[in-house]
């Protein structure tokens, strides 16, 4: 069974910078991408970002586009999503999937993690 583990939520105000990382409990074809979704009370998870094992693809929801950024430690199995000049709409609660490719469609991906909840202050 592949496991999520997510980690770096917490509260910020405006402007700041956070870092989330999601690390991959083991290794498989199944989970060589990961995605970034997130929650906002009463709605569905949103597509966030996504990268694939290489790292050489990443792809980004236009809210985050030049504000956030995905990479990913190969060899530490863990992946991060690095959020800048967030924003108070950045609020949610932060989710990464893995799955065979990248994606911005939730359904595709097989594993995901507990979430991370971010909050952020005007």
């Known amino acids: 069974q592949v496991r999520l583990t997510e980690s770096g939520g917490g509260s910020v105000q405006a402007g700041d910078s956070l870092t989330l990382s999601c690390t991959v409990s083991?290794?498989?074809?199944?989970?060589?991408?990961t995605g970034w979704f997130r929650q906002f009370p009463g709605k569905e998870r949103e597509f966030v970002a996504a990268?694939?094992?290489?790292?050489?693809?990443?792809i980004y929801a236009e809210s985050v586009t030049g504000r956030f950024t995905t990479s990913r430690d190969t060899m530490a199995n863990t992946i991060y999503l690095q959020m800048t000049s967030l924003k108070p709409e950045d609020t949610a609660v932060y989710f990464c999937?893995?799955?065979?490719?990248?994606?911005?469609?939730?359904?595709?991906?097989?594993?995901w993690g507990q979430g991370t909840r971010v909050t952020v202050s005007p």
């Open positions: 083991t290794p498989t074809t199944r989970a060589d991408s």
């Open positions: 999937a893995a799955g065979r490719a990248p994606t911005r469609v939730r359904e595709r991906y097989e594993f």
């Open positions: 990268i694939n094992y290489g790292g050489g693809v990443a």
